[in-house]
């Protein structure tokens, strides 16, 4: 059987045009979200540290933050924690909506 990966590489040289088609088609799959390209990698990481900075001024002192962050991380592992249990218990009764609810 013929696998690609221990082919010779000498056997089938890559040509010119191989280089030519492989950029033509890499490019034609990424120029229609270069708009999304300025957004994503420029402007989204800026206006994301200007809503954390905005968040973070909100509080008196860092130990604020961190507790804050801290109880927020609490509550929601406690959501979790109640939404498994109702789950694992509707799995037991063969509620299977509810488990998928």
Same mark, same amino acid.
């Given at each position: =059987?013929?696998?690609?990966?221990? +082919?010779?590489?000498? #056997?089938?040289?890559?040509? #010119?045009?191989?280089? +030519?088609?492989?950029? *033509? ?7 229609? *979200? =270069?708009?999304?390209? *300025?957004? $994503?990698?420029?402007?989204?990481? !800026?206006?994301?540290? &200007?809503?954390?900075?905005?968040? $973070?001024? +909100? *509080?008196?002192? $860092?130990? &604020?933050? !961190?507790?804050?962050?801290? #109880? ?7 959501? $979790? =924690?109640?939404?498994? !249990?109702?789950? @694992?218990? @509707?799995? +037991?009764? =063969? &509620? ?6």
């Amino acid at each position: =059987m013929n696998n690609y990966l221990s +082919e010779d590489k000498n #056997q089938n040289p890559v040509t #010119q045009e191989d280089w +030519e088609g492989s950029v *033509f088609n890499i490019s034609l799959s990424t120029v229609p *979200f =270069m708009p999304f390209t *300025f957004y $994503f990698c420029y402007s989204l990481p !800026e206006k994301t540290k &200007d809503v954390w900075l905005a968040h $973070f001024h +909100e *509080f008196r002192s $860092f130990k &604020d933050f !961190e507790y804050a962050f801290m #109880q927020n991380l609490l509550g929601n592992i406690l959501s $979790f =924690m109640d939404v498994y !249990e109702k789950s @694992a218990a @509707a799995a +037991e009764r =063969m &509620d299977y909506i509810t488990v998928v609810w």
